[in-house]
T-cell receptor, first 107, second 113 residues
């Protein structure tokens, strides 16, 4: 079967660093993707890890450990506009998403 | 705008009616996906196409749901005999063969009364 688990909510203050974890159980799993979705908006692609290790894209970084079936999204220098839901996703030829982590950034 | 578009953006229907949604993907993308999302949940995979071929359909998907992509461009999703449990946001996404990076449309919000 395929399933991904994430914390439901995370709260942080502006300027801080937050890590959103994702553990997964999938068969035929090929990498881990991360998407951001603001309230009322569509999901937008943030990053993809095909191999173990850290991928950095500006303030956002994503990590994957395939042996541990675990990954995380790291958001640095948090801004109010980062308040959104974040989804990890994996699969083969399609994406199965976790239930999402709602991030609230406070002043 | 060269992104993914969906029509209509909102649909209100009565239980038992049929509805059809349209998705226009990014023109150079050969893969097209349909997802369903309810409040507080992640997008739930429904089906996907590569060009005009429907290659996978979720085993959880009722027979009342059918999707087509007749010329490998736009796609339609039809729900027959709608039920209140079908109320959700229906999202379409497209990609190249790099399916991990998908581009989502704004969605069609369906409300079944």
């Amino acid at each position: 079967g395929q399933s991904l688990e994430q914390p439901s909510e995370v709260t942080a203050v502006e300027g801080a660093i937050v890590q959103i974890n994702c553990t997964y159980q999938t068969s035929g799993f090929y990498g881990l993707s991360w998407y951001q979705q603001h309230d009322g908006g569509a999901p937008t692609f943030l990053s993809y890890n095909a191999l173990d290790g850290l991928e950095e894209t500006g303030r956002f970084s994503s990590f994957l450990s395939r042996s541990d079936s675990y990954g995380y999204l790291l958001l640095q220098e948090l801004q109010m506009k980062d308040s959104a839901s974040y989804f990890c996703g994996g699969g083969y030829n399609k994406l199965i998403f976790g239930a999402g982590t709602r991030l609230a950034v406070h002043p | 705008d060269t992104g993914v578009s969906q029509d209509p953006r909102h649909k209100i229907t009565k239980r038992g009616q049929n509805v059809t949604f349209r998705c226009d993907p990014i023109s150079e993308h050969n893969r097209l996906y349909w997802y369903r999302q309810t409040l507080g949940q992640g997008p739930e995979f429904l089906t996907y196409f590569q060009n005009e071929a429907q290659l996978e359909k979720s085993r959880l998907l009722s027979d009342r749901f059918s999707a087509e992509r007749p010329k490998g461009s736009f796609s339609t999703l039809e729900i027959q005999r709608t039920e209140q449990g079908d109320s959700a946001m229906y999202l379409c996404a497209s990609s190249t063969r790099l399916y991990n990076e998908q581009f989502f449309g704004p969605g069609t919000r369906l409300t079944v009364l």
